[in-house]
């Protein structure tokens, strides 16, 4: 998920309205490692410039 400035690895947990709950988020910034986020991200839908969906690994 990208936002204007800054993006995170995440599952995409609920939609509430205008926000999107994030869990197991991890922050993706030029240059350093993901950096884990503890607990739950909150984003407003407004803010999010493009979501990549990975397909699922199933067997």
Do not use: C
Request: no cysteine; proline share 5%.
């Amino acid at each position: 998920m990208n936002l204007a400035d800054k993006a995170f690895s995440a599952v995409l947990w609920a939609k509430r309205g205008p926000l999107l709950v994030l869990r197991d988020v991890e922050l993706l910034e030029a240059g350093r490692q993901p950096q884990p986020v503890d607990g739950e991200v909150v984003v407003e839908r407004a803010r999010v410039e493009f979501i990549q969906v990975l397909a699922g690994g199933g067997g």
